[in-house]
């Protein structure tokens, strides 16, 4: 059994600008403010340990919404800065999955709640959650640099003080967590290097007759075929528009024959929850099926195509997948929302580390135990916050590796971590290699050794 209390938090923005721009769902991005926190807690024996964690503020994938880019990013910032200093005041002790229940059930409603009182514009709990999990984040690295363990070594009975049934309940399935510990759900990669999901963006150049001079010449490639030769990819992610039927229908034949062309064997649609019928997907499956049999048999799965906030649009989704396996992205917030998307119909959970590691791992449990599958899916995650993704990739289990993008769309930010951590930041025979952070206290991160210039504290 073990603790740690919170004594001190500090927290870094890091701007970070794309090489070409992203598109998802309606709005693209060019650029992207990463938060970074340091957390210094204590352990029972007084010892002291800062750990760390970061994520991505995406605004257009947390907060998709008419206000501007910059209005909804300093909002983002500000509720960032408030939680680093209601965090830093929390004295509780605990291990850090009692520490991240507490924030998440205690600590966020309040401070979300006060925070869209006080503006006109009141933010979504998704962003909320997402500004949350790199504090979530830090407190599991604290953990594991104090026992001087990996992470994924403290979830179990030596270390945590109660087992899932504290906060994971037995439902009408008599599905039973008493005596279960995250470890007894985890199913490490048999080797260190995991498959490799590549991101096909709505704005990605797929053949050189779209070419128009203006693409970066830094040396990465440009063009889909060029990424899959150099990479050696194996999997890829399609990103559609969930609104236009015909160009998503060309989108995904037209990156089926590149794929099929260059030995790509895995194909994956992402409508980033812009359909509110499911005959607009079941559609395009079918259509696939008959005339491109080939393509179809590709498709891993199918995500997220309906709208996030589940509770509110509660789609029955059997006819999707009864087709493909559907797995739940954005409206997966927590193992509830996972129970309830799997009764309309969803067999899938695409877990993130930016909706905290605390509740990745709640959802990840509560998914496997009711024969769910498991994908990990990107937040086009640099620097520090690639590392932690990356390892839940390769402890869940998953139906098939993880999907990395950092290196499409910022490869030179990450730099001074891919000098410490090459396997991680670079796309190898279709695989990322995990090899220099498994065996490693806490996340692994060896934060002295990477040569990275931080901006002031906030």
């Not at 490490?188 to 203006?214: C, N, R």
Request: with cysteine; glycine share 8%.
């Amino acid at each position: 059994m073990g603790a740690i209390r919170i004594k001190s938090v500090r927290l870094y923005f890091l701007p970070v600008e794309t090489r070409v721009p992203l598109k998802f769902g309606p709005e693209t991005l060019t650029h992207v403010t990463c938060a970074r926190t340091a957390v210094t807690c204590e352990d029972e024996n007084g010892r002291a340990a800062t750990g760390f964690g970061e994520t991505p503020l995406s605004v257009q994938w947390v907060w998709p919404a008419a206000l501007s880019y910059s209005e909804r990013e300093d909002a983002l910032k500000e509720f960032t800065r408030l939680l680093a200093g209601a965090i830093e005041k929390v004295s509780l002790a605990g291990h850090p999955f009692e520490l991240g229940i507490h924030l998440q059930k205690e600590v966020l409603p309040e401070l979300l709640k006060n925070f869209n009182t006080a503006h006109p514009h009141p933010m979504p709990y998704l962003a909320a959650l997402v500004c949350l999990s790199l504090f979530d984040i830090a407190l599991h690295d604290a953990y594991g640099v104090a026992k001087g363990l990996p992470v994924y070594k403290t979830y179990n009975a030596e270390h945590m003080n109660a087992d899932l049934s504290a906060y994971l309940s037995t439902d009408a399935a008599n599905v039973s967590f008493a005596g279960k510990y995250p470890e007894d759900y985890l199913r490490p990669a048999a080797s260190p290097q995991i498959p490799a999901w590549h991101l096909v963006g709505g704005k990605d150049l797929l053949t050189a007759d779209e070419l128009t001079g203006a693409e970066p010449d830094d040396g990465y490639p440009v063009l889909l075929g060029d990424w899959i030769d150099s990479d050696g990819l194996k999997c890829l992610k399609v990103k559609l528009t969930g609104t236009d039927p015909e160009w998503d229908y060309r989108r995904l034949t037209t990156v089926g024959e590149i794929s099929i062309r260059h030995g790509v064997e895995w194909l994956t649609s992402d409508f980033n929850c812009q359909v509110y019928d499911p005959a607009y997907v079941n559609d395009i499956l079918d259509r696939l099926m008959i005339e491109h049999p080939r393509l179809y048999g590709m498709i891993l799965y199918v995500e997220q195509p309906f709208p996030y906030e589940l509770e509110e649009h509660r789609i029955d989704v059997h006819s999707v997948s009864a087709r493909k396996p559907l797995f739940m992205d954005e409206s997966a917030h927590d193992w509830q929302l996972v129970r309830l998307g799997r009764s309309l119909g969803w067999t899938g959970v695409a877990l993130k580390t930016c909706k905290t590691q605390t509740g990745a791992l709640l959802s990840l449990c509560w998914a496997k135990a009711h024969g769910m599958t498991l994908m990990v899916q990107d937040l086009t995650n640099p620097m520090l916050a690639q590392i932690p993704h990356a390892q839940l990739g390769f402890y869940a289990g998953t139906i098939m590796g993880v999907e990395t993008n950092s290196m499409q769309f910022y490869p030179e930010v990450s730099r001074p971590e891919a000098a410490v951590h090459p396997g991680i930041f670079k796309r190898n025979n279709g695989c990322i290699d995990l090899s220099t952070v498994l065996d490693q206290p806490g996340f692994g991160y060896r934060v002295d050794e990477i040569k990275r210039d931080l901006p002031e504290a906030e």
